[in-house]
């Protein structure tokens, strides 16, 4: 077997590097069709191997804790596709599903569902059966007309719409118990969910940071609700939905390091530290890292010195510290409430954001000197607050008459420059 095995990857790697262009495109779609089936092929035939080392008990004997842990040493695997391998194996419990599969009818992650699906069906359905005189509930008949179902299912539905079609699997199925099965499921699924619920960061790979983690229902509808009024896109916006979850959620995060009601931290309050080259002969920044080890740009250091609790110290040449001055925050107490007053929220023309979501920007940069008083703040958004470090979009700010901000568009908008306003928010 293991030859075959061997055999067969010396000869899908030649196909995979022949020339396409001679191929029609009803051949390019049958190749392509044709490609997925040996790929589900080889995954069913990985989960059957994995299966099999799981039984020996090779991971405890070569000193791993899980399987899952093994896969991710063995074939270095980050470990979401360990996890999905190990899930896999549970459809060889399933011989029609299992078949269904090497028939080239579903692929392993419809597989999966399926099996995840009609192993959560409840073995107590007699005990749902209605009153005298109902129909009696055969469980076993269930589980086998769910499982015909999905499969079926399966040549229409992906993985995640089966899922949503499993969810209410009885429905289709046993109609008659569905309503107090679900109840009971519900139940479980909340307790499931209280215990696996998880948030995770990656280490930053080409300066992302990959996001994850898993909510109950309960939790993700308290996270929308807090998000949602921060996702509307405003005018001339060209972020995707996406863009704007993670823009909210940031703002969300900023609003409560804005707060004094979070637990301290070490003993300080909640607080981002960063470490930045400082060059005092040109004022120059250089490249920064913050606390834990993440590199960020000079450019969004000075955008973080507008609104920032600054600490800063000298070093050496060999990066030994000489001095660690006083720790300076750019714009609280009455400053702070007075910029709120000025402004009324975010200054930019037009921008309706409120000042709770604003930070504190220095017309003239801090970083070059620029001082911290009210004629030399004004009070941005975050979006706005980019929009105004970036030298590429060509806005600049200055202060009226009126001592109330003034922004300058690019000649690229507006060819004049005429000096605009926030016309939003009352002017005091």
């Given at each position: 077997?293991?030859?075959?095995?061997?055999?067969?990857?010396?000869?899908?790697?030649?196909?995979?590097?022949?020339?396409?262009?001679?191929?029609?495109?009803?051949?390019?779609?049958?190749?392509?069709?044709?490609?997925h089936r040996l790929e589900q092929a080889a995954k069913f035939l990985q989960a059957r191997v994995t299966r099999?080392?799981?039984?020996?008990?090779?991971?405890?004997?070569?000193?791993?804790?899980?399987?899952?842990?093994?896969?991710?040493?063995?074939?270095?695997?980050?470990?979401?596709?360990?996890?999905?391998?190990?899930?896999?194996?549970?459809?060889?419990?399933?011989?029609?599903?299992?078949?269904?599969?090497?028939?080239?009818?579903?692929?392993?992650?419809?597989?999966?569902?399926?099996?995840?699906?009609?192993?959560?069906?409840?073995?107590?359905?007699?005990?749902?059966?209605?009153?005298?005189?109902?129909?009696?509930?055969?469980?076993?008949?269930?589980?086998?007309?769910?499982?015909?179902?999905?499969?079926?299912?399966?040549?229409?539905?992906?993985?995640?719409?089966?899922?949503?079609?499993?969810?209410?699997?009885?429905?289709?199925?046993?109609?008659?118990?569905?309503?107090?099965?679900?109840?009971?499921?519900?139940?479980?699924?909340?307790?499931?969910?209280?215990?696996?619920?998880?948030?995770?960061?990656?280490?930053?790979?080409?300066?992302?940071?990959?996001?994850?983690?898993?909510?109950?229902?309960?939790?993700?509808?308290?996270?929308?609700?807090?998000?949602?009024?921060?996702?509307?896109?405003?005018?001339?916006?060209?972020?995707?939905?996406?863009?704007?979850?993670?823009?909210?959620?940031?703002?969300?995060?900023?609003?409560?390091?804005?707060?004094?009601?979070?637990?301290?931290?070490?003993?300080?309050?909640?607080?981002?530290?960063?470490?930045?080259?400082?060059?005092?002969?040109?004022?120059?920044?250089?490249?920064?890292?913050?606390?834990?080890?993440?590199?960020?740009?000079?450019?969004?250091?000075?955008?973080?010195?507008?609104?920032?609790?600054?600490?800063?110290?000298?070093?050496?040449?060999?990066?030994?510290?000489?001095?660690?001055?006083?720790?300076?925050?750019?714009?609280?107490?009455?400053?702070?409430?007075?910029?709120h007053i000025r402004d009324g929220g975010c200054a930019f023309p037009d921008c309706d954001r409120p000042p709770?979501?604003?930070?504190?920007?220095?017309?003239?940069?801090?970083?070059?000197?620029?001082?911290?008083?009210?004629?030399?703040?004004?009070?941005?958004?975050?979006?706005?607050?980019?929009?105004?470090?970036?030298?590429?979009?060509?806005?600049?700010?200055?202060?009226?008459?009126?001592?109330?901000?003034?922004?300058?568009?690019?000649?690229?908008?507006?060819?004049?420059?005429?000096?605009?306003?926030?016309?939003?928010?009352?002017?005091?």
């Amino acid at each position: 077997m293991l030859a075959q095995v061997q055999q067969l990857g010396v000869v899908a790697a030649k196909v995979a590097a022949a020339p396409l262009w001679q191929l029609s495109d009803t051949e390019l779609t049958e190749t392509l069709k044709a490609a997925h089936r040996l790929e589900q092929a080889a995954k069913f035939l990985q989960a059957r191997v994995t299966r099999q080392i799981d039984t020996r008990g090779v991971p405890a004997a070569q000193g791993y804790r899980s399987v899952t842990e093994w896969l991710r040493g063995m074939l270095i695997l980050d470990l979401g596709p360990a996890r999905d391998l190990v899930a896999h194996a549970a459809v060889l419990d399933h011989p029609a599903i299992s078949q269904s599969v090497l028939d080239g009818d579903t692929d392993l992650s419809q597989a999966t569902v399926i099996t995840q699906t009609i192993e959560n069906i409840p073995t107590d359905l007699a005990t749902l059966n209605g009153p005298a005189g109902a129909p009696v509930i055969n469980a076993a008949q269930t589980v086998q007309d769910a499982e015909t179902l999905l499969l079926d299912m399966a040549g229409r539905l992906s993985a995640n719409q089966l899922r949503r079609a499993g969810d209410r699997i009885l429905a289709y199925v046993a109609p008659e118990v569905a309503d107090r099965a679900d109840r009971a499921a519900l139940a479980r699924q909340e307790a499931r969910a209280r215990r696996e619920r998880r948030l995770t960061l990656s280490l930053p790979i080409d300066g992302l940071v990959h996001l994850s983690g898993i909510l109950g229902v309960e939790d993700a509808a308290t996270m929308q609700a807090a998000l949602h009024p921060l996702c509307k896109p405003a005018p001339d916006d060209n972020r995707t939905p996406a863009q704007r979850r993670a823009d909210a959620l940031l703002e969300v995060c900023r609003l409560a390091l804005r707060t004094t009601e979070l637990p301290t931290d070490g003993g300080e309050p909640p607080q981002l530290a960063i470490t930045v080259a400082y060059d005092p002969l040109t004022q120059a920044l250089g490249i920064a890292s913050t606390d834990t080890g993440l590199r960020i740009s000079p450019d969004t250091i000075r955008r973080l010195a507008c609104d920032a609790r600054i600490l800063p110290v000298v070093l050496d040449g060999k990066g030994q510290v000489l001095n660690a001055g006083r720790r300076r925050r750019t714009a609280t107490g009455a400053l702070r409430r007075a910029l709120h007053i000025r402004d009324g929220g975010c200054a930019f023309p037009d921008c309706d954001r409120p000042p709770r979501w604003t930070d504190s920007h220095h017309i003239r940069h801090w970083t070059t000197g620029g001082p911290t008083n009210l004629d030399n703040l004004v009070l941005l958004c975050r979006r706005h607050h980019n929009v105004v470090h970036d030298p590429a979009a060509g806005w600049t700010i200055t202060l009226g008459p009126d001592r109330h901000p003034l922004f300058i568009p690019p000649p690229t908008l507006d060819p004049t420059q005429l000096p605009r306003r926030n016309l939003y928010h009352l002017r005091q």
